[in-house]
């Protein structure tokens, strides 16, 4: 199984700031990766798929990079509503085992 | 709109059996692999169970397999998950989740729904 490792647990920023938010692999999986937000009380949200691809009506503002093992989701002028959980998930593998971050936590400082 | 809605959570006790469902709308059903993924309170997400666009091909995550059935009705635009002999682990709000494929050929989840919560406790 691909283990996924997502730091830090918890981010502190301010608004208008940037963040930087961080995923490994614990093998390659070339560009498969997936970051998702998650408020409170919602559903996931795709914000970027093929590692840096933004999805349908995401910002421009968020941004993802990396291939192989290491990832980065940025996100350059935070906003209000961008304070939430964030999960990066991998899908390179067949059969499906897809596997998911533990999540970092961006809140406001 | 795509939507998915899923429905059939509740409290159950160790040991007992749950239906979740799933109706999606606003997008052609049957031309799309289906996953669930759960979510313990307080916790990460994890997959759960994936299936083909024709109901031919069922993959399972480790902790469920022999326990847990995916099945889809293409007709009526349905998932399905069956959730037997459930222990206290399997408490979670479980989301049905569209599959979309990568230009890698490779599948990430594109939309979810609100999910529904499974209470396993006596």
């Known amino acids: 199984e691909i283990v996924m490792t997502q730091s830090p647990a918890t981010l502190s920023v301010s608004p208008g700031e940037r963040a930087t938010l961080t995923c490994r692999a614990s093998q390659s999986v070339g560009s498969n990766l997936a970051w998702y937000l998650q408020k409170s009380g919602q559903a996931p949200r795709l914000l970027i798929y093929g590692a840096s691809t933004r999805a349908t009506a995401i910002p421009a503002r968020f941004s993802g990079s990396g291939s192989g093992t290491e990832f980065t989701l940025t996100i350059s002028s935070l906003q209000s509503e961008d304070f939430a959980v964030y999960y990066c998930q991998q899908y390179s593998n067949w059969p499906p085992t897809y596997t998911f971050g533990q999540g970092t936590k961006l809140e406001i400082k | ?122």
């Open chain 2, 1 to 122: 709109d795509v939507q998915l809605v899923e429905s059939g959570g509740g409290l159950v006790q160790p040991g007992g059996s749950l239906r979740l469902s799933c109706v999606a709308s606003g997008f052609t059903f049957s031309s799309y692999r289906m996953s669930w993924v759960r979510q313990a309170p307080g916790k990460g997400l994890e997959w759960v169970a994936n299936i083909k666009q024709d109901g031919s091909e069922q993959f399972y995550v480790g902790s469920v397999k022999g326990r847990f059935t995916i099945s889809r009705d293409n007709a009526r635009s349905s998932l399905y998950l069956q959730l037997n002999s459930l222990r206290a682990e399997d408490t979670a709000v479980y989301y049905c989740a569209r599959d979309f494929p990568d230009t890698s050929g490779w599948y990430y989840f594109d939309y979810w729904g609100q999910g529904t919560l499974v209470t396993v406790s006596s």
